[in-house]
């Protein structure tokens, strides 16, 4: 049989490893809270991610023309029996001047059986240029990208903008879901379009 002097030894060690185990339990459920804070804090608070628009490269004056062409086809392939391309363009130039040209090239047995159209010019003032030329620029025209807003290949649109002898070519929705700048865009070239005296060439 154990004396009590053992029993007392024996309780002590038990105590203490108790006495460690409540310890250790303390320290960790205190680390989890704080990791689970951090986490917390984290998600409530994104890291900022600051947008900072550059200055534009380009401005009005630059620019020295612009263009609008509208290509269709019709027809099993480009260049097939029985096909035909369609082209209208518009363009408008800081010299004043406007020109409109459609026209469609019909194919036979592989080649070109023959084409038609017609060409208009007109004149516009220095101011009407310059408003269009600053609508691009308000709507940061150089860094627009190609719509993806398309259905097929059939009917391709693009706006030319030609620069400080540099051309920025931007391929338009054939669908109207354009992006809001190339809209804002597209809406005072048309407008201008709509506006000038159209005459057409002999």
Do not use: C
């Amino acid at each position: 049989m154990l004396k009590p002097k053992t029993y007392l030894i024996i309780g002590s060690i038990i105590g203490a490893f108790l006495s460690a185990l409540l310890v250790s339990g303390y320290f960790l459920l205190d680390l989890s809270s704080i990791f689970n804070r951090s986490e917390n804090s984290s998600e409530s608070q994104p890291i900022s991610k600051p947008w900072i628009r550059l200055p534009a490269s380009v401005s009005a004056s630059d620019i020295t023309k612009v263009t609008f062409t509208i290509q269709s086809h019709a027809g099993p392939l480009v260049g097939s029996d029985e096909s035909f391309t369609t082209t209208n363009s518009v363009s408008f130039s800081s010299d004043e001047t406007a020109r409109k040209s459609s026209g469609r090239i019909n194919y036979d047995t592989g080649r070109k059986k023959g084409s038609d159209g017609k060409n208009h010019k007109a004149v516009i003032s220095k101011s009407q240029f310059e408003r269009l030329a600053q609508t691009l620029i308000e709507n940061d025209f150089s860094n627009e990208t190609d719509s993806s807003e398309y259905i097929t290949d059939t009917t391709i649109s693009t706006l030319i903008v030609t620069y400080s002898g540099n051309t920025k070519q931007i391929r338009t929705s054939n669908t109207g879901k354009d992006s809001a700048a190339v809209t804002e865009i597209l809406k005072a070239f048309r407008a201008l379009e709509n506006d000038v005296n159209w005459i057409e060439e002999s």
